[in-house]
Nanobody
């Protein structure tokens, strides 16, 4: 059974940082592309960042330079380091197995975690 368990969310002030983790099990993590996707209140799903099995990373334009995705295949875990957080980063953040439709991250997902809430507020 595929399981993705996110953690690390919380309340942070604008300009602060958080590190999200996603512990994966039930599939071959080291061969899987992974993505972080978020959903802000009242809005649709938004792809944030992804990482291919070979470690190549991609980011949405609004997150470039602020967020860093990484993976530890020995721990079956993918991370999202978020710096310089803004009010508009408030959302539930989900970890997902990325199907890389046509080789591109952020278009199709195979499985999701339960999400972790990130709230940026002063």
């Amino acid at each position: 059974e595929v399981q993705l368990v996110e953690s690390g969310g919380g309340l942070v002030q604008p300009g602060g940082s958080l590190r999200l983790s996603c512990a994966a099990s039930g599939f071959t993590f080291s061969r899987s592309a992974m993505s972080w996707v978020r959903q802000a209140p009242g809005k649709g799903l938004e792809w944030v960042s992804g990482i291919y099995a070979d470690g190549t990373t991609r980011y949405a334009d609004s997150e470039k330079g602020r967020f860093t995705i990484s993976r530890d295949n020995a721990k079956n875990t993918v991370y999202l380091q978020m710096n310089s957080l803004k009010l508009e980063d408030t959302a539930v953040y989900y970890c997902a197995i990325d199907k890389t439709l046509n080789g591109i991250l952020g278009r199709k997902y195979l499985s999701w975690g339960q999400g972790t809430q990130v709230t940026v507020s002063s």
